[in-house]
């Protein structure tokens, strides 16, 4: 047996050595056995580089292995393999379940075992453990050595985990990480490498295990070669910190303490030559950059580069996109195939949806070459997900993601209507058992409504649709809910899913994948399936015999399938290979862009992960436990790939880095660019921070149709003036000569005229829209006023928001407005004043209507959460001080309540108002008033309109004159005139008010007596509107007024006179004006909406603006960059203003 090293540095040809002396071994005749042992991710390629030399008919001498590959091997030939293997999937449920049942005695991984990723991370620290030949043995002699309190209890839970996995696993499995312990073991035994000869190609370094078994290769092989990148004969370790062979050249050391033990001859090295290096024969520049980039010191190359270049872009879009114009330029200039390019990058997951969009634009073939999860898959996706309907009690997230997978036999407005309905009615939970069809409303609703013809045909389309759902999944569940056996619940699992024939759905999904020529798609779902049929039968192996909860059958299936990771086969020869820098496999790479050379990324920053820290990790070595690397091993191998990588390609070499991140936030380059500017002085560096003026530089922008046409239409949109360069006029006349390019070309121009204005509608569609006859609400003519588009929208189109089952602050201020309307009713049924109940009285009564209004609604979302019982409770309390209050106002006044929730409109209390447009049309003005109050003289009737508010109010002379606060004062109009019509005498305004529902908290600094505390609550609510200037009127409403009123507006003086500073009171000939104004503002805003208005036209005012809460800015795209798009400003008036505005425009 000898040994021999087979030195060289990068692209020196060891790889072309290895594979032309087992050719050499194959012409000579040898009998031995001929193999080339390389690492997994290398099998494949050479494989592919064997056959190319030696041809198909010597493979019968020689072959291509890998340590696992080789273990199969052996273990076939001698046996060892009466044990199932275990892959990480089921590892990871396996430790799962450990740290489960062991939770107890966890002392530091107690709370991690449902963290995402912990697990993996586990199971990771197990693997490294058999790696490093790491035994329980040792991690326990250790233990107490270890002072290190937070170590040692760490220690103490790995050894925990690792000890029950090893005493379940070797029950009935074998882990495939100990297939190399096991190789070693029984290598003496085999008689595969008897007088072989072993090539060891493309390692840097090897693990112990994989020492053991080079090792015992020793004792049976002819000889071994092994190739070492590196630049010298030395034996001995470089003890020097800049040496980027030093990971080899450790790895050199250990092979030689084997020889040097075992006594095995050492024959002379190979030294590859690098004069010039066989790769970069063609190129002096990647040869000098492969000779000098870690040396020192180094030697500047002064010519001019040309295989070399830097780029340097504004962010990592322009970046990629520029990396696309260069590969089309290199294609096309310069001769080369997609295949000869590839694309890396050391953050691959950042640059991956760019490559995809960008590439896809410059009609650039390519494949990213990365493993991917296959949580995100459809079948995944429904798997989990109806466990987890099971284990979350049908929750509407697990539903509806089941639903949405596109597996099922329901179509999409299937799924639409049924989700629609689910969340409108809270439906969660037994609601999907129970036998009974659902017969709630089509939305929610605080009010109990027959369902109309159409809403019972919609019903019972729903239930259909419901019973396609629940009923597989409640067959599911009787088979697999409640504590059974694992081996019953993965049975149960793979009935269900031939019952809802998945298997079939993916067998035409993968058909169809294959017709419309998406080959990965197709082999993404063949893998996975099988994966599914793998997993379960894992949880069969592993746990099969042991009784699962459903909910921990979950957990178990989901860490299982977040082990799995599926590679695709590139579907085409010739197309960009994309990559990270960890997966660079081929050296036959003539081009390379090397993307995101930013500081951290390339190379990458050290961070260590896990659940030892570096710092545990020196301990552990320290006491004679070593797992994987330090921090600064880490750093050498680093360093290493940066070299191996940049001197993986043989002709040109592109390397870009972006200056700011999506956040506009600064990013540095990396130390590599600084490294090649200083060894290149004449490097070039170009960038897209300054746009280009050279005609011919310009050039590059003209790629394939798709993106030049869009940088074309950039160009053309960037000059105001219309001018472009000649360059890109001849581009124009290309696409306006193509017939298909010259119909975007068209849109795209209508395009540049686009305004975003909405047009005048014409009278017929209006009169479609809203009827022959208008009946409008004053609410809805204040949106008009805020908004005329968002009006249009709601009330023309009836756009609306999907309904969701919640309690918003409308639906809570609609719900105590209910309660008020009964309890007022109630007053009047048992002939009851509100000067006469006490406050006793009142809470009981609030609290059993409140029950009441809650029994008598279809469904309650006030009873639906712990958060909305304590809201219903709160809103208890506001009524019972609202009701408080309006026995105090009531006490203290004359006036007394002649009306409550009083509606307009043809079923209401009063017909419609009516009012007469100048083209002679009427409109009908429908609405609802909360109370109406009222007060008798000998000779009028005083009337006040009360309005409940549960949220601030606050009553504007300015937003009556814009139009923004009209409501009280219609009514109060109407009032009067049905009153003065009815009664046959003057009625009089008396005010017009609005009372907040709230139960105000009020700050002290000390203790104060409670009638204080119910003072400070009156003041706190006091009444807010516009009342009538006469002191009788006031008294009549605060008989106890002194100086200012705590529950009115209004402030009296020594001389008994209404303080106008401190009142806000109007005059009887104010009232009537305003009430004209008022009417003659709704009349002009209701010929704007016949006339077709629907301008975006929102308002904007000191304290917001129309846009604020509205729910439309996708519809109506408002733009304020727009020269169009401008709000309608509305500036406060003062009181005196709107008086003098209104008087001036009747002439008072």
């Known amino acids: 047996m000898s040994l021999r090293f087979i030195y060289g540095r990068a692209g020196s040809g060891k790889s072309h050595f290895c594979l032309n002396d087992i050719k050499k071994r194959i012409n000579e005749g040898t009998d031995s056995p001929l193999i080339l042992l390389v690492p997994e991710q290398f099998s494949f390629q050479s494989e592919k580089n064997l056959i190319k030399t030696i041809g198909e ?34 590892k990871s449920m396996l430790i799962y379940k450990i740290m489960e049942e062991n939770s107890g005695k966890l002392k530091v991984f107690r709370k991690s075992v449902k963290r995402q990723g912990f697990i993996t991370t586990v199971s990771d620290i197990i693997t490294e453990f058999k790696r490093y030949d790491i035994t329980l043995e040792n991690l326990n002699s250790t233990l107490d050595r270890i002072e290190n309190e937070n170590l040692r209890n760490k220690m103490e839970d790995l050894i925990l985990i690792f000890s029950q996995f090893e005493e379940r696993l070797h029950k009935k499995y074998v882990d495939s990480e100990d297939d190399l312990a096991i190789l070693a073991e029984k290598m003496s035994k085999s008689h595969m490498f008897d007088e072989a000869e072993i090539w060891i190609d493309e390692f840097s370094s090897f693990t112990p295990q994989e020492y053991k078994v080079l090792d015992k290769l020793m ?20 003890d020097n910190s800049t040496d980027v062979f030093l990971p080899t050249k450790s790895t050199e050391e250990k092979i030689l303490k084997i020889v040097l033990e075992k006594n095995i001859k050492y024959d002379k090295p190979i030294a590859l030559k690098c004069s010039p290096c066989y790769r970069f024969k ?13 040396s020192y010191p180094y030697k500047i190359y002064k010519e001019k580069c040309q295989d070399i270049s830097i780029f340097k872009a504004l962010n990592k879009y322009t970046e990629v996109e520029d990396t696309a114009r260069d590969i089309v330029r290199m294609c096309r200039d310069n001769g080369f195939r997609f295949k000869d390019i590839a694309v890396i990058s050391g953050d691959l997951d950042g640059y991956e949806s760019l490559f995809g969009a960008i590439f896809k634009e410059y009609d650039i073939p390519y494949f990213i070459d990365k493993k991917r999860k296959i949580n995100d898959n459809p079948i995944i996706m429904l798997i989990m997900s109806v466990v987890e309907i099971l284990s979350q009690n049908w929750s509407y997230e697990a539903v509806f993601r089941y639903l949405k997978t596109g597996l099922l036999e329901l ?29 709630f409303g089509l939305s929610y609703s605080f009010e109990k409504k027959e369902i109309s013809d159409y809403e019972k045909e919609i019903l019972s389309n729903i239930n259909l649709i419901r019973d396609k759902i629940r009923e597989p999944i409640i067959k599911l569940s009787k088979d697999i809910k409640g504590r059974k056996k694992g081996r019953a619940i993965c049975e149960g699992l793979y009935n269900f899913l031939c019952s809802i024939k998945l298997d079939e759905k993916v067998a035409a999904w993968i058909e169809y994948f294959k017709e419309n020529e998406e080959l990965d798609k197709a082999n993404e779902y063949s893998q996975i399936w ?30 299982g399938f977040d082990e799995y990771e599926i590679g695709v086969i590139p579907p085409a020869l010739d197309q960009v290979l994309i990559g990270s820098v960890t997966r660079l496999k081929s050296h036959d790479v003539s081009v390379l862009y090397i993307v995101g050379v930013n500081d ?7 961070a260590q992960e896990g659940v030892l820290t570096d710092s545990d990790r020196e301990i552990l070595k320290e006491r004679g436990i070593e797992i994987a690397k330090d921090t600064r091993s880490r750093a050498f191998e680093e360093q290493f790939l940066v070299y191996t990588t940049l001197t993986t390609v043989s002709k040109y070499l592109r390397l870009s880095y972006s200056i700011a991140d999506e956040a506009g936030k600064t990013k540095r380059p ?58 890109w006029v001849d581009v124009y006349r290309w696409y306006n000569k193509n017939d298909k390019w010259s119909r975007k070309l068209e849109n795209v121009f209508n395009g540049f005229s686009y305004s975003n204005e909405a047009e005048i509608m014409d009278t017929n569609r209006v009169r479609k829209l809203y009827g022959r006859h208008l009946n409008i609400s004053v609410s809805r003519l204040e949106r008009f006023v805020n908004c005329p588009f968002s009006y249009f929208i709601q009330y023309g189109l009836n756009a609306k928001e999907r309904k969701v089952y919640k309690l918003s602050s409308p639906d809570l201020g609609s719900f105590m407005h209910n309660v008020l309307q009964v309890f007022s009713s109630k007053l009047k049924e048992e002939n009851l004043s509100w000067k006469e109940i006490d406050s006793e009285w009142c809470e009981r009564e609030v609290s059993e209507i409140v029950d009441e209004v809650l029994e008598s609604m279809p469904s309650s979302v006030f009873n639906s959460s712990k958060r909305y019982k304590h809201i219903t409770n709160n809103a208890k309390r506001i009524l019972n001080r609202s009701v408080w209050l309006i026995t105090e106002h009531m006490k203290r006044g004359g006036f007394e309540p002649s009306g409550y929730e009083l509606s307009f409109g043809n079923s209401g209390d009063f017909p419609p108002i009516s009012l ?6 009427t409109v009908s003005l429908i609405g609802r008033v909360d109370r109406v109050d009222s007060m008798n003289s000998e000779e009028n009737t005083y009337l006040r309109i009360v309005d409940y508010k549960s949220g601030t109010k606050e009553f504007k002379l300015s937003d009556v004159y814009y139009g923004l606060q009209m409501q009280l004062l219609i009514y109060l109009d109407a009032m009067l005139t049905e009153l003065e019509k009815e009664m046959n005498k003057d009625a009089i305004p008396g005010g017009i008010l609005y009372f907040k529902l709230d139960d105000p908290i009020v700050k002290t600094k000390g203790d104060i007596a409670d009638s204080e505390i119910e003072e400070r609550i009156m003041k706190a609510l006091k009444m807010n509107g516009l009342l009538l200037d006469d002191p009788d009127i006031i008294r009549g409403m605060d008989s106890e007024i002194e100086k200012t009123s705590d529950i009115i507006p209004a402030s009296i003086k020594k001389d008994g006179t209404l303080s106008k500073a401190y009142s806000s009171v109007a005059t009887i000939e104010q009232f009537n004006l305003l009430r004209k104004y008022v009417r003659d503002t709704i009349a002009s805003l209701c010929e704007q909406i016949l006339e077709g208005n629907i301008g975006v036209k929102p308002s904007k005012h000191k304290n917001g603006d129309a846009c604020e809460y509205c729910i439309y800015p996708s519809i109506c795209q408002f733009d304020t960059s727009l020269e169009e798009n401008k709000y309608r400003i509305i500036n406060d008036k003062s009181d005196e203003e709107v008086w003098n505005e209104i008087g001036n425009k009747y002439n008072k």
């Open 530 to 559: 099988n994966i599914v049929m793998e997993v379960l039968d894992q949880i069969v192996e592993v746990m099969g015999e042991e009784t699962l909860a459903i909910g921990t059958f979950s957990q178990v299936l989901s860490k």
């Open 57 to 90: 008919a010597g493979m019968l001498k020689a072959q291509v292995l890998s340590f696992r590959r080789m273990a199969y091997k052996v273990l076939n030939e001698v046996g060892g393999l009466t044990k199932k293997h275990m892959n990480a999937s089921g």
């Open 600 to 606: 951290g990324v390339f190379p990458a920053a050290l």
């Open 670 to 727: 990396s130390i590599v660019i600084g490294r090649i500017k200083k060894i290149f002085s004449n490097v070039e560096e170009k960038g897209d921070l300054i746009e280009i003026q050279n005609e011919e530089e310009k050039l590059k922008y003209v790629t394939g149709p798709r993106a030049t046409f869009n940088k074309l239409i950039s160009n053309i949109k960037k000059d105001s003036n219309g001018y472009i360069t000649p360059m």
């Open 219 to 238: 004792d049976k092989t002819k000889r071994i070669n092994i190739t070492l990148c590196t630049d010298y004969l030395d034996c001995s370790l470089a």
């Open 282 to 294: 063609d190129t002096k520049e990647l040869q000098h950059l492969e000779k000098y980039l870690f």
């Open 916 to 921: 007469q447009l100048h083209s002679g049309e």
């Open 411 to 439: 179509t999409k407005e299937d799924i639409d209507l049924i989700e629609n309905y689910v969340l409108s009615n809270g439906i969660k939970g037994n609601a999907w058992i129970k036998e009974e069809p659902w017969d």
